[in-house]
């Protein structure tokens, strides 16, 4: 168990809909990183806050956002969602602000229908 | 951007034999390289990582090495055994924090 807790585990939904994924930070790590996992695209980097602050971006779409809370806590909201979207979304945790040593969630497996 | 290529994209090996995984990354500003393993069902777990002021790093039986000048590094797990077998990911880390991976090694220990 790596300490990073993700929620839901699946979901499912219908193409337009929008969703958010949730994700609590091991305990002390201030980094959040969002991650998407798909067969042809492989696992790519999404966006990172720290502290509450957009610390870095990726490969995140405009229909795509996020942010971390006062509790550290973090929420990727996915919007108009495609097929294409269809994937599993990782987030992870590190102590510092430079993407090291992070620390990976069990993910949420996104299908959109 | 950053690039980094993995291979093999598949690996057998026999139980108790080696096994190496080859990565190449093209921005010579990255400067921290970890390595996952991913098992069906979980999240990538980090397993092992260097920074680009060493050349060498190892713990047990996984060992990576990091060339500057190539700009290449590899994983090397000794001994293997069926609980080795996995899907391991390198990656880069370069500038702003940002994080290219390779495409992933199924690696198949063979009892």
């Known amino acids: 168990d790596s300490g990073v807790t993700q929620t839901p585990k699946h979901l499912i939904t219908a193409t337009g809909q929008r969703v958010t994924l949730r994700c609590s930070p091991r305990s002390g790590d201030l980094s959040v990183y969002w991650y998407q996992q798909s067969l042809d695209q492989g696992l790519q980097f999404l966006i990172q806050?720290?502290?509450?602050?957009?610390?870095a971006k990726g490969n995140i779409l405009e229909r795509f956002s996020a942010q971390q809370f006062p509790d550290l806590h973090s929420e990727l909201n996915l919007s108009s969602l495609e097929l294409g979207d269809s994937a599993l979304y990782f987030c992870?945790?590190?102590?510092?602000?430079?993407?090291?040593?992070?620390?990976f969630g069990q993910g949420t497996r996104l299908t959109v229908v | 951007g950053e690039n980094v290529e993995q291979h093999p994209s598949t690996l057998s090996v026999q139980e108790g034999d080696s096994a190496v995984i080859k990565c190449t990354y093209s921005?010579?500003?990255?400067?921290?390289f970890p390595w996952y393993k991913q098992e069906l069902g979980k999240g990538p777990q980090l397993i092992i990582d260097i920074r680009s002021n060493v050349g060498e790093k190892k713990d047990q039986r996984i060992a990576v090495t990091l060339n500057k000048t190539a700009k290449h590094f590899s994983l090397h797990i000794t001994e293997t055994q069926p609980e080795d077998s996995a899907v391991y990911f390198c990656?880069?880390?370069?500038?702003?924090?940002?994080?290219?991976f390779g495409i992933g090694t199924k690696l198949q220990v063979i009892p």
């Open positions: 992870a945790s590190s102590a510092s602000d430079m993407n090291t040593e992070a620390f």
């Open positions: 806050y720290y502290n509450g602050e957009e610390r």
């Open positions: 921005d010579s500003a990255s400067n921290y």
């Open positions: 990656a880069a880390v370069w500038g702003d924090q940002k994080v290219t």
